[in-house]
């Protein structure tokens, strides 16, 4: 059965697309007038808890993490373009292996962040910041208590990101 899937709009086609996780039937995209199976080619292994979210500066799909059933996973892919195609990205710098973490895109200042999640031994409440090519870990002066598989989303009229729910130790 799927578990925990990703949706995510591409900004370069307008498919809305599903990654479903753990699943022969990992990939499926919504256009105006059905679903049909996504065909992206190469694609990330098989994986659930991924943060997934639409790059809108860059027209691109940001993936990472996860994990399968070798483990917590730390990869960083990119869907860009009309090509169907996703791409291993290579930082130099990166968020430590994950799963339940989200992304949301910042508009304003336009760079992804990445929040939390949960590794082998522990809930997290880092924030990385990617710019398109590497991840930087942020230093903000407070940050919500360490929690995975939580909402998180952008707000167009205050220029925040909001975050709500999840799971966590307290």
Do not use: C
């Not at 995209?29 to 992206?40: N, T």
């Not at 994986?47 to 917590?72: I, L, P, W, Y």
């Not at 870990?137 to 407070?142: D, E, F, H, R, V």
């Amino acid at each position: 059965k799927p578990q925990d899937p990703a949706l995510v709009r591409n900004p370069n086609t307008n498919e809305l697309l599903m990654y479903m996780g753990r699943d022969d039937d990992a990939g499926w995209a919504y256009i105006q007038v059905g679903w049909r199976r996504s065909d992206y080619r190469p694609a990330p292994s098989m994986r659930v808890g991924q943060g997934v979210a639409a790059d809108v500066s860059r027209q691109e799909v940001v993936m990472f993490g996860g994990a399968n059933d070798t483990g917590f996973l730390g990869d960083t892919w990119i869907a860009a373009g009309t090509r169907n195609t996703f791409v291993r990205m290579k930082p130099t710098t990166s968020p430590s292996p994950r799963n339940g973490h989200r992304l949301a895109y910042d508009r304003l200042r336009k760079t992804m962040v990445l929040f939390g999640g949960r590794d082998a031994s522990r809930f997290l409440n880092d924030t990385w910041l990617w710019d398109g090519t590497n991840w930087r870990k942020a230093q903000p002066a407070t940050s919500p208590t360490p929690r995975a598989f939580y909402g998180l989303a952008f707000d167009d009229p205050s220029g925040d990101i909001f975050l709500v729910g999840g799971e966590g130790d307290s």
